[in-house]
């Protein structure tokens, strides 16, 4: 079997551009003290991004504002995040957020 150098480099490129972002963080904050409002802040990362996402899935529809009357996806979203807020429980709210969308669909 030859060995095909240029994809040999690609393959290894994009391995240590994955790695890196991934690892130097890692190495880098293992060995420093972050004080307290840092670490507060940093609880409150993976809440934004996964607000950013939804909200986009919610309120956009082909890169532009979606009516809200006819926003499915915005209807079910609400006793979703209604189940999220007062029980806490992942398995509960995906199981809330598919039987939301499922009926609506169905009904709309």
Do not use: H
């Not at 690609?10 to 003290?33: K, Y």
């Not at 972050?34 to 996402?53: E, F, K, Q, T």
Request: glycine share 6%; proline share 6%.
């Amino acid at each position: 079997m030859e060995i095909r150098w240029d994809i040999l480099l690609m393959i290894m490129g994009a391995s240590l551009v994955t790695f890196v972002p991934r690892v130097l963080p890692l190495i880098l904050l293992s060995r420093i003290q972050i004080p307290d409002w840092g670490m507060r802040w940093l609880n409150y990362v993976p809440i934004a991004v996964m607000a950013a996402l939804v909200g986009q899935e919610l309120f956009l529809q082909n890169g532009e504002l979606s009516p809200v009357r006819n926003n499915v996806e915005l209807f079910a979203a609400l006793p979703t995040f209604v189940m999220a807020i007062f029980t806490r429980s992942l398995l509960g709210t995906v199981v809330v957020g598919i039987i939301s969308i499922m009926v609506l669909r169905f009904l709309f």
